[in-house]
């Protein structure tokens, strides 16, 4: 059921115009092209979540890259925050292999379905909050076919807004009101037996990665509080 709904909703996903400037976009960086990447034949549609369609941990990020999953067509692949998230995920044991290169690398994520707040890349990685809106409903879906959610984890405080709200529309009660977005920050959202437990963390990108704000220890200790909410 999971992965029918879930294929419906990529399909969807890559057909989407909603956001008509966003499309444009997409499509001029994808002729355009990054001098390094010009032989190479540019993805250039909304990007779906990927993964595995019985997952219990969720990971929610902000949007494609111009010239990394816009050109790859898979999430977090093709740039420097997937070179960081993918080898932590592998060393937590939610993925195959450490290292990503295109759409048909390999890749399996066990128990763990990667999505975005956005599904087209936007100007200097700035969505607007009209181009959040129109992309929302698809998350909520999303959240919805995961029949076996358990852990949600938010990347970055857009991403992680955008997962919380998810969570409510897909009918969860949660209380942000002594909440803050930090790195490690947890949230409890319950539906009546069901419990999912929100953790928010610093996003994986070259800004954070590369001022150490977000280091390997600190990335890895989310996936091991992920396992160990798996484990109870
Ligand atoms: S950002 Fe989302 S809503 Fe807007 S065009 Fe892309 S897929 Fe559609």
Request: hydrophobic share 40%; glycine share 10%.
């Amino acid at each position: 059921m999971s992965a029918k709904t879930l294929d419906a909703i990529h399909s969807e996903v890559i057909a989407c115009t909603k956001c008509r400037e966003l499309r444009r976009y997409c499509a001029q960086v994808a002729t355009e092209k990054k001098r390094a990447y010009r032989g190479l034949t540019y993805w250039g549609k909304p990007v779906p979540g990927f993964g595995d369609p019985n997952a219990r941990v969720l990971l929610v990020g902000l949007a494609p890259g111009a010239h990394g999953s816009n050109r790859t067509g898979r999430p977090f692949t093709g740039d420097a925050s997937g070179d960081f998230l993918y080898p932590a995920l592998h060393r937590a044991g939610f993925a195959n292999q450490a290292t990503v290169s295109h759409a048909d690398d390999g890749l399996q994520l066990h128990d763990t379905y990667i999505t975005a707040a956005l599904r087209c890349a936007p100007p200097q990685n700035k969505p607007t909050p009209s181009q959040l809106r129109k992309c929302f409903p698809y998350l909520v879906r999303e959240v919805e076919a995961l029949g076996r959610l358990r852990v949600v984890i938010g990347l970055g405080a857009i991403g992680t807004r955008a997962a919380i709200e998810a969570l409510q529309a897909a009918g969860y009660s949660l209380s942000t009101k002594r909440w803050r977005f930090g790195h490690g920050a947890e949230l409890t959202a319950t539906k009546g037996k069901r419990v999912v437990t929100l953790i928010s963390s610093f996003h994986p990108s070259r800004q954070n990665t590369n001022t150490g704000k977000l280091t390997r220890a600190m990335f890895d200790a989310i996936f091991t509080r992920a396992g160990e909410l798996l484990a109870v």
